[in-house]
């Protein structure tokens, strides 16, 4: 990570993050092992939501490192990748962290549950998830047992913001 999704000056040092191994169920209906780095504070928390994923059968098209993808967020949400940290900027901003780069947020399969503005859609095969009257395997929806599992351990949900909408994004801070 050092030097890839982490660098000098991320607002949180690396002694504060942890790597958790976690085993989620996939769009082929196969067990799959994946990663993501999530700040210590919330790795217990994560292992029982990603419990509850596993076992709603909830799938996941993949979860790597978002190093896997040079940290580059564009580029992990085009492969569907479900990732947490990454130290980089919020969308949008020139100045502010993302809640990613404090090891405190996390995007679940983007493509299905894509980040929406009024006129841009990323990524943009999530163009064909926007009409969230749909119920097809990957979306989140609010009540789901995805949006209960992160609801039990305190977070917030992105596809309840108004004007841009976040739909794979769950956080502890609700940003």
Do not use: K
């Not at 098209?61 to 940290?71: E, F, I, N, P, Q």
């Not at 404090?102 to 064909?128: C, K, Q, W």
């Amino acid at each position: 990570m050092i030097g890839s999704s982490w660098h000098v000056g991320c607002p949180v040092p690396l002694r504060d993050l942890r790597l958790i191994q976690l085993t989620y169920y996939g769009f082929d209906g196969h067990a799959h092992r994946g990663q993501l780095v999530v700040h210590h504070r919330y790795a217990e928390a994560f292992v029982r939501v990603f419990q509850r994923l596993y076992e709603a059968r909830y799938p996941i098209r993949r979860m790597r490192l978002v190093d896997h993808y040079g940290a580059d967020d564009n580029r992990s949400m085009e492969a569907d990748n479900t990732s947490a940290f990454n130290c980089r900027l919020r969308a949008g901003s020139s100045t502010e962290w993302s809640q990613h780069a404090y090891g405190r947020a996390i995007d679940l399969n983007p493509v299905e549950n894509p980040f929406v503005t009024p006129t841009h859609v990323s990524p943009p095969a999530g163009v064909a998830y926007v009409d969230r009257t749909q119920e097809l395997p990957g979306m989140i929806h609010v009540h789901d047992r995805v949006w209960w599992a992160f609801r039990a351990i305190g977070w917030s949900w992105g596809g309840t913001w108004t004007g841009t909408i976040d739909y794979q994004h769950f956080s502890a801070n609700g940003r």
